[in-house]
């Protein structure tokens, strides 16, 4: 019986006394031995992609990248989550704009990730020496930094 269950998903239902499973299959449900579990694998859903994902995901790869001296490659990284975070502040503004019938986010959030994602780049630009563009980086984080506080209105 093993080969039947090859490449399908199920679900557990039961786990019973002795450690077997009862797992729901899209053709019915089965029963799989405790001894054969060590041939079984747990999938885990995938997680949700969205802006603030990524732009996650390229700062921690800029972070790592730096921290192993690939200055290059992690700017180029911390300019992706830069965008990223930039777009997802677009984004909660037009959200504010529009005034949604569900609790739109007031932005902050999304403006303290933008802050993170600057930080980076500047933090690159820094390491290559490169001071201008750091110094216009941190013109515009000081900027964003100072709408948190009033929170009228999203920067634009």
Not at 38 to 43: D, H, I, L, Q
Request: hydrophobic content about 40%; charged content about 30%; proline content about 3%.
């Amino acid at each position: 019986g093993g080969e039947i269950l090859r490449g399908q998903q199920g679900m557990v239902v039961k786990v019973h006394a002795n450690g077997d499973l009862l797992v729901e299959f899209d053709d019915g449900v089965k029963s799989i031995r405790r001894a054969r579990l060590a041939t079984c694998r747990k999938v885990r859903p995938e997680r949700e992609q969205n802006l603030r994902t990524e732009a996650r995901r390229l700062l921690r790869a800029s972070e790592a990248a730096h921290d192993a001296g690939r200055l290059g490659e992690a700017l180029d990284l911390a300019r992706g989550a830069v965008s990223c975070a930039e777009a997802e502040v677009t984004q909660a503004a037009s959200a504010q704009d529009l005034q949604e019938q569900a609790p739109a986010s007031d932005g902050v959030a999304e403006a303290r990730h933008l802050l993170l994602a600057y930080t980076q780049e500047v933090r690159c630009h820094l390491a290559l020496r490169d001071f201008g563009p750091a110094g216009d980086l941190a013109v515009r984080a000081t900027k964003l930094d100072a709408w948190k506080g009033h929170r009228d209105d999203l920067p634009r």
